[in-house]
């Protein structure tokens, strides 16, 4: 396969194999997503002005060459492949050049990297999306994410075997609206600054929509095309019990997810301010105490799951005010008492497991009375 000389090129969605070329010297952006590339990536691209690389899904395999020399590369999306090792990190002489770089997003998700989260992601204070998801990436998640990076809107590190704290130092990343941190094995608890996100606390413009602070500066042109910055054309969340995909839409979603991990202590009251919260999952770990009754005042949530922790206590009457609610989820905790009656909790699917593995509960829609002994 020959390339062209050009300034910018679309070869997506066909049936390309091979090794990827070195490619022409004036190339600004590339797309060879969706084909069935494989071999390992070029060492030498060949093309320094580059800005956009595009190559998801694909069958790459091989490591990743730095990055660190493309002054211009704002736009990578190198995930779906097959990927191994770490990703390298730099090694700038800082007094002979800038060591600031220009990426804005970086997706490497679903591959088999290893190794911790690279340090020149510091230096990237433009970057608005990161996904890393789905590695064999470990370690302790840096400090500096919520130092460095005060662009950062979109952070999906799930299924991934980080361990430790979550750093406090995330919620000075005011634009934080995605958070997704699932199935690694974070522990301690959760402090009541952690949902000081302002990202998530965003309301109602005058034309009545949620606006997200991601949506003004994460569009690009690539070839004529506007494309989102972080996204191809799909993204999948986990929401609502299952996989949802999303395209473009994915900028109005505010998430939490911190599923599947060792989390302790109570869920912090406070937890009512995050009200442009679409989803929120903390399921699968081991929080106490009880669900603050300051969560009715998520009015914007759709997915709610609580499930496989140790709340105690009564369901708050407040869920009953939460109009928006789809997919609710209490199941195996220690809660007690009478289900709150309202007519959006009355309209979720599947009521019954929604309760299920808290003996403590009674009333409708279990088949337990109230004033069974």
Known sequence: MEFMAAIAMDLSSNQLSGPIPKLPINLTGLDLSRNRLSGPLPADFGAPGLETLLLFDNYISGTIPSLCEFQFLSLVDISGNKLTGSIP????????????LNIVNLSLGNNKLSGKIPSFLQNCQQLIFLDLANNQLSGPLPVWIGEKLPSLAFLRLRSNMFYGHIPIELTKLVNLQYLDLAYNNLSGSLPESFVNF??????????????????????????????????????????KGQEQLYTREIVYMVNLDLSCNNIIGKIPEEIGTLVALKNLNLSWNAFSGNIPDKIGALLQVESLDLSHNDLSGEIPNSLSALASLSHLNLSYNNLSGKIPSGNQLRTLDDQPSIYIGNPGLCGPPLSKSLFTN
Do not use: L, Q, W
């Not at 990190?89 to 600031?100: E, G, L, Q």
């Not at 070839?223 to 993204?235: C, L, Q, R, T």
């Open 198 to 239: 302002k990202g998530t606390v965003i309301t109602t413009g005058n034309d009545g929509r949620i606006h997200s602070p991601f949506s003004s500066t994460s569009t690009m042109s690539y070839g004529g095309v506007e494309i989102m910055a972080g996204f191809n054309d799909s993204f999948k969340v986990v929401t």
């Open 89 to 100: 990190d730099c090694s700038f002489n800082t007094s002979t050049r800038n060591t600031s």
